[in-house]
């Protein structure tokens, strides 16, 4: 485990400055990612530039799938995609709530740095019975999301603040706007909610008009027609 | 040492905003802090699902008027990299020109407050008369002095015809002594010395753990801008140096938002001088597909990234931002330990910390 | 205005400010009538105050969230009870492009009364600067124990250099009723209705965030952008603070059926140079168009 890190933070040291121009490329689809295909959103990944095989760069993404494939288990693996200036995005679908802990592991020991936290619920959340988080981590300049498919009721994920300081506020966050209990986290206090509103307002499963003030705009809405009718 | 426990408002901390510290205090001496946020939460994550991706772009760009221009920009190219849309290259420039008018205003309000926060009251007023002629360029670029309802989606919607390159050619040569001189004078004056200098320090390692971002970053000797290591829009075809220092104090913080405004300078005047020809726009109505992207920026605070995933609708399913500020609150435990009470309200300043981005 | 010049050789009138959950824009603004020469509220004989209780004019942002609302109320409890309100931006009056968020408990009228409404997203400072002029001239007023009169001075301005993005302007005869404009408007500050006789578009400049994305998007150039930006005004007048128009229906000419025909600018848009056969297309519903184009009845 110990040698295969290493290397791995060799390869994100000796990124090639992004800026390369790129030459014409082709269009192709990139391959969905997932093993277990048939869980995949609907969503077909969107049409994206291929750029010819840099050396370096492809050491550095590969590098990345090895070593989450290490820690997550080897089905795991990583879809990388490059836009038009070259900037990397790698995509990788975990196989387990499980896999986190680990690859979160890996991705501090690429000196990743975590970006941002994304809990969502997927198209069909609700047949398929299904949420997902996708944890996204900065290597440099390239974007790494971890996604996490989780069940829709009861839904737990340990805490990454243990690894990632930065995590804290990300998964309060978490905890107040969905349905998700995150185990292990220091201080898991409301953070943007007022105390006064309820639990959870993102999850869709709830009718929105418990939670929104829809009435607003057909009240004030009625004062500017009515006012209309008595002016004209 | 008695220790206590004090809360402060938006007027003890010298805010626009409203935000509330809960400060434990041993002595005289700040020993901890809890950052109490939510009074700007407007839920706005929950409202870009309720409207379609024409109505987000000027809801977002109502998020925070301060780097307005950064979210719709970034929104507008997550969009693009699902759609598989390339903007034309006078829109990227355009983007650009757009993105550091804001920066140098932002930045030129950072330093303002900062200044009216220790009591500089003739420098506060300097640097905000400084500013206006960013704000007067704005206004009479893009019709409004903080909204610039620059982009649409597969472009821009705003064009810069040789009268208003001219105008904004005379802005920027306007702006360039008074940032030279104000450059200088937050580096060597002794008043602001003796108040910014090995004040609020962030040691590099306290940067690299707290994963502080932007000018806050650089700051401290941390070799990171969007515009160098993800590159996006002009910024591959522009010259510019990553503005840096390493002091990791008040004083380094101001110094890299002061090189940075007149690097901008430079930006602008960059792209004004190889602003390609061309249409401003791909497609008035282009198809977005089902899929998910994530774009990234440089605003002014720093890093700002979004992700985006769509079901082929005009709805997005899930939208997510991710604002510099947010990455920059924790790290004001580090630079306001051991400091004196009457230091909080320049400190906190001093990570230019944006309150509507951070609560959405 | 040359009583409150007199009054500010004796005591300035303190301003006092509220963000109740703003994007910052307006208090940014206010922030340049304190710091900028050209739009200091001193020409206007007022001074800011931190202090609540000493508030003569209350100048309020944002769109009042849930988490702000017991710490507005608690400092405008603190404020003297002739205060004059003013609200700054559209947020306060109608939550702007905020308002039915979960986190928005707006209108501000909900919990207290308004007197001055400065539309703006965020307002010029210049009209920053007439809205607080309007509250001054309410405040003389009710000093002097009777009813104020109109806005400080009721002449329009356009006439500076800047092409503000200011009030909305609508043309009917070139609206072809497509919807474009109701469907990018992220304030909600379009509505359209059935009338007799045709289709009326209103627009509420109190919930418009004067973005411009509707002109933009609009096929036939119905809907501008003017530069008019003196848009303060008492807020017992909020509700009428409307562009409006109606489309006229006009028979189809091939079956009789009331429509709205297309425009000769939404015409020119999609063909650059329409033929006469296109031309008859602009006066028949879409199942006579059908007919005529494919000559077979739609299902």
């Keep these: 485990m110990t040698d295969c890190t290493e290397t791995m933070t060799d390869c994100a040291e000796t990124m090639p400055d992004c800026a390369e121009t790129m030459p014409d490329c082709a269009e192709t689809m990139p391959e969905r990612n997932n093993p277990t295909s048939d869980d995949l959103p609907t969503a077909p990944l969107s049409p994206r530039e291929r750029v010819p095989e840099g050396r370096v760069r492809d050491a550095f993404e590969d590098g990345v799938a090895a070593a989450l494939a290490m820690a997550a288990g080897e089905e795991t693996t990583v879809t990388w995609r490059r836009d038009r200036k070259g900037v990397s995005t790698g995509w990788c679908r975990l196989p387990s709530g499980e896999a986190l802990l680990p690859a979160a592991r890996a991705v501090a020991e690429l000196h990743g740095r975590l970006a941002m936290v994304t809990p969502y619920l997927p198209e069909r959340a609700k047949e398929r019975g299904e949420r997902e988080i996708a944890y996204h981590f900065d290597l440099d300049g390239a974007t790494l999301t971890l996604t996490v498919v989780l069940p829709l009721e009861w839904a737990r994920v340990p805490s990454l603040t243990p690894i990632f300081r930065n995590c804290d506020w990300h998964e309060r966050e978490l905890m107040e706007l969905y349905d998700v209990q995150v185990v292990g986290h220091p201080d898991p206090r409301r953070l943007f909610l007022d105390h006064t509103l309820p639990h959870a307002p993102f999850e869709r499963l709830v009718p929105y008009s418990t939670f929104t003030n829809a009435a607003t705009s057909k009240a004030l809405w009625d004062k500017v027609l009515a006012g209309e009718r008595e002016d004209a | 040492m008695t220790t206590k426990i004090i809360e402060l408002g938006p007027h003890q901390l010298a805010l626009e905003e409203p935000m509330y510290f809960r400060v434990q205090l041993e002595g005289d001496r700040v020993a901890d802090l809890d950052v109490l946020p939510g009074q700007v939460h407007r839920g706005m994550e929950h409202l870009v699902m309720r409207r379609n991706l024409y109505q987000n772009i000027t809801l977002l760009e109502r998020l925070c008027s301060l780097c307005s221009n950064s979210h719709p920009s970034t929104f507008c190219a997550a969009v693009e990299e699902v759609a598989g849309i390339a903007i034309p290259p006078r829109a990227e420039y355009l983007r650009a020109v757009a993105d550091e008018i804001k920066r140098i205003a932002s930045h030129l309000f950072c330093c303002a407050v900062q200044a009216n926060a220790i009591g500089e009251i003739p420098l506060f007023r300097r640097v905000m008369e400084v500013r206006e002629i960013m704000q007067r360029a704005k206004e009479a670029i893009y019709g409004n002095r903080m909204d610039l309802a620059a982009n649409v989606i597969g472009g821009v919607r705003y064009d810069l015809p040789p009268e208003a390159i001219a105008y904004l050619y005379q802005a920027m040569e306007d702006m360039k002594k008074p940032l030279d001189e104000l450059y200088l004078q937050f580096a060597n004056n002794p008043a602001l010395m003796a108040r910014m200098a090995w004040v609020g320090v962030l040691p590099s390692e306290a940067a690299v753990e707290c994963a502080v971002v932007g000018p806050v970053a650089r700051a401290c000797g941390i070799d990171y801008d969007v515009r160098k290591k993800s590159p996006y829009g002009a910024y591959d075809r522009l010259d510019f140096e990553v503005a840096m220092q390493t002091a990791g104090d008040v004083r380094a913080r101001n110094l890299v938002r002061l090189a940075e405004a007149r690097q901008s300078v430079s930006l602008i005047e960059q792209c004004l001088a190889q602003l390609p020809a061309g249409p401003l726009c791909v497609d008035t109505l282009p198809e977005i597909p089902a899929g998910e992207a994530i774009a990234k920026s440089e605003a002014p605070r720093g890093e700002l990234m979004y992700y985006l995933r769509t079901d082929g609708s005009d709805f997005p399913v899930r939208l997510k931002w991710r604002v510099p500020s947010y990455m920059n609150w924790d790290a004001l435990k580090v630079m306001l330990k051991g400091e004196p009470v009457a230091n909080i309200p320049l400190i906190v300043n001093s990570i230019d910390p944006c309150i509507a981005c951070t609560d959405r | ?299």
């Excluded at chain 3, 300035?12 to 994007?23: D, E, H, K, Q």
């Design chain 3, 1 to 299: 205005m040359h009583m409150q010049v007199e009054e500010t050789t004796v005591e300035p009138v303190r301003l006092f400010r509220i963000n109740t959950g703003s994007c910052n824009g307006c208090d940014v603004e206010l922030a340049v009538t304190s710091a900028v020469t050209e739009f200091d509220v001193e020409q206007l004989g007022c001074r800011y105050t931190e202090d609540a209780t000493e508030a003569d004019v209350l100048l309020i942002t944002g769109p009042l969230t849930v988490k702000a609302r017991d710490e507005v109320l608690r400092l405008y409890a603190e404020t003297p009870r002739d205060r004059i309100t003013v609200a700054v931006g559209v947020c306060p009056v109608s939550g702007g492009v905020f308002r039915d968020s979960y986190a928005v408990d707006g209108p501000i009228e909900r919990y207290l009364p308004v007197d001055v409404n400065v539309p703006g997203c965020p307002p010029r400072p210049q009209a920053l600067l007439a809205g607080i002029g309007e509250a001054l001239q309410i405040r003389q007023a009710r000093r002097a124990g009777v009813e104020p009169v109109g806005r400080a001075d009721g002449k329009g301005q356009e006439g500076d250099n800047f092409p503000a993005r200011c009030r909305l302007s609508f043309d009917a005869s070139v609206c072809v009723d497509c919807r474009m404009c109701r469907h990018v408007c992220a304030a909600g500050a379009i509505r359209f209705q059935e009338v007799e006789g045709g289709v009326r578009l209103t627009l509420w400049h109190n919930s418009c965030v004067f973005c411009g994305l509707c002109s933009h998007y609009c096929p036939t150039g119905a809907l501008s952008v003017t530069g008019d930006w003196r848009l303060d005004h008492p807020a017992a007048d909020a509700f009428a603070q409307v562009e409006r128009g109606d489309i006229p229906y006009a028979p189809c000419s091939g079956c009789g059926e009331p429509i709205v025909p297309a425009a000769p600018q939404l015409l020119h848009t999609a063909f650059r140079r329409p033929t006469p056969e296109i031309d008859k297309l602009t006066a028949l519903c879409p199942a006579c168009r059908q007919v005529m184009s494919i000559g077979a009845p739609g299902r």
